[in-house]
Structures are given as C-alpha cells and as structure tokens.
C-alpha cells in the first residue's frame, strides 16, 4: 500500500478519537467496543444472505462469526492492544484495527460480502429517483453555490444508509430513511462542525473553476452514493471540475465498492446527458482506494489513487467513517472537504451530543513545513 505523500501533510494521524483516553464525559474503550458489539445482530441477519457461504452452511458459520467476535471484543478489553502482522499486541485500540477484527472474523468462517442484497437493491431503488434529484439541482435559482448548498444536503441525507451504524441500521430495518425527507428535515444549523458558509463564500468568490480535479472518497451504496455523492460529482462537473470517486477495493458492510461503482454509474450516465458525457471523456471516472475497511487510512492506498490524486486540488471524504472517525483533522496541501452524518451516540458525545447531527469542515489549503510525506 502506498501513501497519499504528495497532499496530506506531515504528522498525519487517521483515527480521530483515542480509545484509550479516560475522562468522566467522553466514552471510555468499552463504550467503543460496545458499538462494534451492537452491529453483530445485523451483521449475523445479512450473512445468511451470502453466496460466498453454501446455504447448508451459512447458519453455523453466522454463529461462529457471532461467537468470535465476541470473544475477540472480550479479550481486547482484557488486555487492550490489537495485534499486527509480525508484531503481536503491538499498537493501541482504534477505529481501524476494531473495524479489521470484524471484518478478519467474517472472514474467518468464509464471509466476504454479507451485505451484496442490499447493495445491489438500495442501488435500484435510488437510480430510479435520481433523475428528480438532478432536475431539482438543474432548476435550482443562484448557480454554482445554491447547487452546491443542495448537493452537500443531499450528501448528509443520503449518508443516514449505514448498517454498520446500530441506529441507522434499525431506521433502514423499519423502511425509515427516505430521501427527500431526510434531506429537509436535517437538524438545524449550527450542526456539529459547520463551514457550509465558508464552502458557499469560496465558491461565490472564484472567478472561473475554483478546483480543476477533485477526489471524492465515496461511502455506502443505493441512496448515498447514487442520490448523494453521484449528484455532487455532477454540480463539480458542470463547474468545469474533473472528478474522481474514490471507491474500496473490497466489500465492508454495505460500502460500494470500485467494481460495483463502475458499472453503477454506467447506469447513471444513461439517465443523464451531463453524466453520459462526462463518463465517455473520463471527466468522471472510478478509481480503486486500496481499502477494505469502513473507514479509510491515507498511508495505506492504492498506487493506483495515489498517481490518480496526484493533481487533484480537492479532496473530499465522506461519510462517518472517513470523515469523522479518521481523517476529520487531517490536514492538506489542497482544499478539503469532510462530509457526514453522525450515526453513533459515541460518536455524538465528542460533538453536540445530537445524533444524525452532520459534519462538514471544510480546510483551505496548507503549506508543508517540511518535505513532502507522511509519517507512521
């Protein structure tokens, strides 16, 4: 795996909360743990759907996979150091090494993409409103900004599809999130971190394109990437920017991934002239992260994103895993964008304590104090 060397600034630290840090107000390691715990019910539900898995076999090894995850979450809290290659119990509890574990048990028993149903369904479902989506944005009054405003809207509404997330996971279970609605009953501003003004005033400010290429770290599948971040590329390719959606590389929950995105916005350009265009001139085009987990680590890409970022002058990550719990305060030698919606009350805790409050912070460009790289 290969560093973003050329835009993330020296000192870079992906994970946001240190697990590890006790304080009377903030959660402690075992209320983290306790959140990985909470998604093995709908982890269990939608393994019984994978093909991966023989149907004779998929019960017993859902139970294994329940059984040694919570056996695993057990013994880190009894001794809380995660293993690496080489290097047994050598590095702290994180984001990163509880989303590994689950993900290492799921593979365990012979799980590699539990949740490929409802990817494959939520993708229909929101192709088919996508095109209101667009026509809403085209019709919009104000131009550049007051697209913008409605696109990062609907990155947020689209964004509450995460059944990593125990509250969004029963919201989606109960037939809740609709998109529309979703969208105009956001909580109120301020929410948790807010530069929505200062994105809007940058862009009503530039003459001409303000970014020439941007890389857009996409989330979930159906309505978040088709509703959401498919309709952001789109308002930055009318604005004469280049547009790279950075996807994973393998299947984690239910995000998409590289080889279901490319054929997913195959599908999107045929319902929209723009897209259609922008696809055939690779003005848009998907590019393989690297990652195999929820969230994401800048030091662990693919060469392949790396050479692709390489001229990108925006950087946007979205999603509570990459935005939130890794990379909120990760800092760039170009613009950068974070995007979410806050999905756990942990998470809550660190912010306004509002769940399903939104994060966007929004970073000018920085200068590197030292030679280009990334330490760790």
């Not at 299947?251 to 997913?264: F, K, M, Q, R």
């Not at 590019?287 to 987990?293: I, K, R, T």
């Not at 942990?346 to 280009?372: G, I, N, T, W």
């Amino acid at each position: 795996m290969v560093a973003l060397h050329q835009l993330v600034l020296d000192g870079y630290n992906p994970c946001t909360f240190d697990y590890g840090k006790q304080t009377d107000d903030l959660p402690t390691l075992r209320d983290w743990t306790e959140v990985f715990r909470k998604s093995i019910p709908t982890f269990r539900i939608h393994a019984l759907t994978d093909l991966n898995v023989s149907e004779e076999l998929r019960e017993a090894a859902a139970q294994q996979f329940e059984v040694d995850f919570n056996a695993a979450l057990d013994a880190l809290l009894e001794v809380p150091v995660a293993p690496a290659p080489g290097h047994p119990h050598s590095h702290p509890v994180n984001c990163y090494t509880l989303c590994k574990l689950r993900e290492d048990c799921l593979h365990a028993v012979g799980f590699r993409d539990i949740f490929a149903a409802v990817k494959a369904a939520e993708n229909d479902r929101a192709l088919q409103l996508l095109p209101s989506v667009i026509r809403e944005l085209d019709e919009l009054e104000g131009g550049f900004p007051a697209e913008l405003e409605l696109a990062l809207r609907g990155v947020f509404a689209g964004n509450i599809f995460d059944l990593g997330a125990a509250a969004s996971a029963e919201l989606h279970a109960a037939g809740g999130g609709v998109f529309a609605s979703t969208r105009a009953q956001l909580l109120p501003r301020p929410w948790a971190v807010d530069n929505l003004d200062e994105v809007l005033a940058v862009v009503r400010g530039t003459r001409g394109t303000r970014w020439r290429q941007a890389a857009l770290f996409v989330d979930n599948a159906g309505p978040d990437v088709v509703l959401g971040m498919l309709p952001l590329a789109r308002v930055l390719l009318k604005a004469g920017t280049k547009v790279l959606l950075m996807a994973n590389r393998g299947p984690t929950i239910n995000d998409i991934t590289a080889g279901e995105l490319v054929p997913l916005l195959r599908r999107a350009a045929e319902l929209d002239e723009l897209l259609q265009v922008a696809v055939a001139s690779e003005n848009i085009r998907v590019v393989c992260s690297g990652s195999d987990l929820p969230i994401i680590d800048l030091t662990r890409l693919s060469k392949e994103a790396v050479d692709a970022a390489a001229d990108c002058d925006l950087i946007v990550l979205e999603g509570m895993g990459r935005a939130i719990e890794t990379n909120l305060h990760a800092r760039f030698t170009c613009d950068s964008l974070k995007l979410g919606m806050i999905k756990h009350p942990e998470v809550a805790a660190h912010f306004s304590k509002r769940l399903y409050d939104c994060v966007c912070k929004f970073d000018r460009a920085a200068q590197q104090a030292s030679p280009a790289g990334v330490k760790g």
